[in-house]
């Protein structure tokens, strides 16, 4: 039986600092599970429905399961509407991350809303960008929320957490590689010559890119405006981005 100490330790995984302190995470809803049983993350506990249980029981056959009420699926999460599953699931280690040849990694300097965090990582994994690297003072990946926006995507991106200028110090050791920054009044996204390989910064939603991030960037690029809005949002500009730079592929 689901108790209520399980219950209560469930919720307090929507708060970071008990996901740090038990180094676990919640991943709620059908498809966002769905993409969990098939990636290579380690599952501690699902809560589901008995519905979702058997149409999913040939992978469940390893994993802790306790089949529970739609209404206690509700009160252990953070989603309003719930129907099928919650699973308690193990973080990954912090690993570095670095470009391979031929290959592009994200970079993103203090991405505050988690809804555009699990947005970027879904648009990333659209695009094939399989690395992304977050500066210390961007919201945590496995927030609640960045989970459940990034629609299972969370699951095939790899993430590193990092000062942004030591990274690209690091980096910077072995060789000098193409760090590219998105700026106001730079060169036309549409027109830029991409390199084979490198890494694209994108800032902050309201300020951009710091200028301790600044120093590092070695091309800067424009998505042009044709009408009046001030600004797009960073998901958005991400998107556009990864299109321009695909289209040279």
Same mark, same amino acid.
């Given at each position: 039986? *689901?108790? $209520?100490?399980q219950q209560k330790y469930v919720q307090s995984l929507q708060i970071k600092k008990y996901r740090q302190e038990h180094q676990r995470f919640l991943v709620?809803?059908?498809k966002s599970v769905v993409e969990l049983l098939n990636a290579d993350f380690e599952i501690e506990l699902l809560l589901c429905t008995e519905r979702f249980f058997l149409e999913n029981e040939k992978k469940l056959k390893k994993i802790s399961v306790e089949q529970i009420s739609q209404s206690e699926l509700e009160k252990s999460g953070t989603l309003q509407s719930n129907d099928a599953a919650l699973a308690v699931v193990k973080m990954r280690e /912090? $690993? *570095?991350?670095?470009a391979d040849e031929n290959e592009f990694v994200l970079i993103l =300097?203090? !991405?505050? =809303?988690p809804g555009n965090l699990g947005t970027i990582l879904r648009i990333a994994d659209w695009y094939g960008i399989k690395k992304v690297i977050c500066s210390e003072n961007t919201v945590d990946f496995y927030n609640p929320k960045v989970i459940s926006a990034s629609m299972g995507s969370f699951s095939r991106i790899d993430v590193y957490y990092s000062i942004i200028s030591e990274y690209i110090e690091n !980096?910077? $050791? /072995?060789v000098n590689i193409e760090i590219i920054g998105t700026f106001l009044n730079s060169e036309n996204v549409h027109r830029f010559e991409f390199p084979t390989n490198g890494y694209i910064v994108l800032g902050n939603e309201s300020k951009g890119i710091s200028a301790e991030v600044e120093k590092f960037i070695t091309k800067k690029i424009t998505i042009p405006r044709f009408g009046h809005a001030e600004s797009l949002n960073v998901g958005i500009a991400t998107a556009v981005v990864l299109d321009n730079l695909k289209r040279r592929e």
């Open positions: 039986m *689901f108790s $209520k100490q709620e809803g059908a /912090n $690993k *570095f991350l670095v =300097d203090d !991405i505050r =809303d !980096i910077n $050791k /072995n």
